[in-house]
């Protein structure tokens, strides 16, 4: 009888076990798929640094719809972006995977993303760069920005443009970018044709300290790799685009002229 006792006793600690861990599991499962807070409502980047620098203007009144279905579509005005998400855990950490067409500034998202913070009213990623370390953060709000310190303040210069002077650091640098054309286009993207071809790039601009600044990002291709820096607007008319860049290093000042 006591034999018979013990062996109930022991099935049903052994169930009442087993019935907690389903309970613990499902719950971890849970975490790491559909429930999540960002499934419903509207959304706003309220910041995104890539390696240091600010470029959170670039998303600026874009509305994020993140769906159940691991559908993520971002608007602005007649503007729609479709993309993916979903949730993962790698290495112990929990990651949104962010995926989007090849266009910029989207692009600029597609990475797994570590979720320092996430409930109802905001989530908040980082993402450190495989290759040499740098950290990108980024963080979706309930609200817009209500005075954008990163938008947008300044024209997209329209037609093509010609560097007329580029002084680096008390040296004359014109002449790499003679015979060049730069056209800006307004999704951020800016083409140069070269003397060997075209050349893809992205530019935008900030609002840093109380200064206008554009920032240009092209790849390490005709030497344009030169102009990747925030340059502060000296000046903008309808024909002339002038920056300056302060060096946080030696202080060396550079100028930069465009023409059209």
């Known amino acids: 009888m006591k034999t018979t006792f013990h062996g109930l006793l022991v099935l049903c600690l052994f169930i009442l076990v087993s019935c907690q861990k389903s309970d613990d599991d499902n719950s971890t499962t849970d975490n790491l798929s559909g429930s999540m807070p960002v499934s419903s409502g509207t959304w706003y980047v309220t910041l995104f640094?890539?390696?240091?620098?600010v470029e959170t203007s670039r998303?600026?009144?874009?509305?994020f719809a993140f769906q159940p279905n691991g559908t993520i579509t971002a608007v602005k005005g007649s503007t729609e972006i479709k993309g993916s998400w979903k949730k993962l855990n790698d290495s112990g950490k929990t990651k949104m995977?962010?995926?989007?067409?090849?266009?910029?500034?989207?692009?600029?998202?597609?990475?797994d993303w570590e979720i320092l913070l996430q409930n109802q009213d905001i989530i908040q990623l980082k993402n450190v760069s495989g290759g040499n370390g740098g950290t990108d953060l980024l963080t979706f709000g309930r609200l817009?920005?209500?005075?954008?310190?990163?938008?947008?303040?300044?024209?997209?210069?329209?037609?093509?443009?010609?560097?007329?002077?580029?002084?680096?650091?008390?040296?004359?640098?014109?002449?790499?970018?003679?015979?060049?054309?730069?056209?800006?286009?307004?999704n951020g993207t800016i083409s140069v044709?070269?003397?060997?071809?075209?050349?893809?790039?992205?530019?935008?601009?900030?609002?840093?300290?109380?200064?206008?600044?554009?920032?240009?990002?092209?790849?390490?291709?005709?030497?344009?790799?030169?102009?990747?820096?925030?340059?502060?607007?000296?000046?903008?008319?309808?024909?002339?685009?002038?920056?300056?860049?302060?060096?946080?290093?030696?202080?060396?000042?550079?100028?930069?002229?465009?023409?059209?």
Do not use: C, H, M
């Open 59 to 63: 998303f600026y009144n874009y509305q």
């Open 97 to 111: 995977v962010l995926t989007f067409p090849n266009v910029s500034p989207f692009d600029e998202l597609n990475e």
């Open 193 to 260: 044709t070269t003397t060997s071809g075209t050349v893809a790039g992205t530019w935008s601009s900030i609002i840093d300290s109380g200064k206008n600044k554009i920032i240009f990002k092209f790849p390490a291709t005709a030497r344009l790799d030169e102009l990747n820096d925030d340059w502060e607007v000296i000046s903008q008319t309808a024909t002339k685009l002038e920056l300056r860049n302060v060096s946080g290093g030696n202080g060396g000042i550079s100028t930069l002229v465009f023409i059209k």
């Open 144 to 186: 817009p920005e209500a005075s954008p310190g990163n938008d947008v303040t300044i024209s997209t210069p329209t037609g093509s443009w010609k560097v007329s002077s580029y002084i680096d650091k008390d040296r004359d640098r014109t002449s790499y970018y003679n015979g060049f054309g730069f056209v800006f286009n307004s």
């Open 49 to 53: 640094s890539e390696d240091g620098t």
